[in-house]
Antibody
Framework: EVQLVESGGGLVQPGGSLRLSCAASGFTFSSYWMSWVRQAPGKGLEWVANIKQDGSEKYYVDSVKGRFTISRDNAKNSLYLQMNSLRAEDTAVYYC?????????????WGQGTLVTVSS | EIVLTQSPATLSLSPGERATLSCRASQSVSSYLAWYQQKPGQAPRLLIYDASNRATGIPARFSGSGSGTDFTLTISSLEPEDFAVYYCQQRSNWPPKYTFGQGTKLEIK
């Protein structure tokens, strides 16, 4: 059974940092593009970043470029999101997501999400 | 940046009725379009990808159509569990960046 379990969310002050982790199991992690998608309270979905199977390609939504870094450790079946210079508008539930096997584009499995709150 | 516009914002129907949800792209996305269902407090679920392919385990009452800029998600006969928020999503050709529509809330009439 595919499982994606996020951790690392919490309350952080504006300008602070947080590192999210996602533990993957039930599939060959190193074979898939992976993504982070977020959802502000009561709002819609927003794609944040994705990463190629070997970590050689990474892409970001413009609003987080230069502040967030996506990474992965295939030996540990883990995905990460390092978030720096956090702003109030980064407050959201952050989902770890697996893309379809044939390439980046669409998410077929989602974690349960971890809430990040940026507030003083 | 490609913008996806979903309509209507809210759709009120009864169980057994047919639902038609629309998603329009600001420029062509070919067939790189997906539909997701999200219920309160849950993660989204993939329904349709590549505009018309049903994801694994998705009932046949869900179907997708369209290409280019105009797409439709059809639910042929609504079941009680189908009332939720639906999002369309596109992937840009390259680099692979994704954008979502603002969502359509399907509510019980």
């Amino acid at each position: 059974e595919v499982q994606l379990v996020e951790s690392g969310g919490g309350l952080v002050q504006p300008g602070g940092s947080l590192r999210l982790s996602c533990a993957a199991s039930g599939f060959t992690f190193s074979s898939y593009w992976m993504s982070w998608v977020r959802q502000a309270p009561g709002k819609g979905l927003e794609w944040v970043a994705n990463i190629k199977q070997d970590g050689s390609e990474k892409y970001y939504v413009d609003s987080v470029k230069g502040r967030f870094t996506i990474s992965r450790d295939n030996a540990k079946n883990s995905l990460y999101l390092q978030m720096n210079s956090l702003r109030a508008e980064d407050t959201a539930v952050y989902y770890c997501a697996r893309d379809l096997i044939y390439g980046p584009g669409f998410v077929d499995y989602w974690g349960q999400g971890t809430l990040v709150t940026v507030s003083s | 940046e490609i913008v996806l516009t979903q309509s209507p914002a809210t759709l009120s129907l009864s169980p057994g009725e047919r639902a038609t949800l629309s998603c329009r792209a600001s420029q062509s996305v070919s067939s790189y379009l997906a539909w997701y269902q999200q219920k309160p407090g849950q993660a989204p679920r993939l329904l349709i990808y590549d505009a018309s392919n049903r994801a694994t385990g998705i009932p046949a009452r869900f179907s997708g159509s369209g290409s280019g800029t105009d797409f439709t998600l059809t639910i042929s006969s609504l079941e009680p569990e189908d009332f939720a928020v639906y999002y369309c999503q596109q992937r840009s050709n390259w680099p692979p960046k994704y954008t979502f529509g603002q969502g359509t809330k399907l509510e019980i009439k």
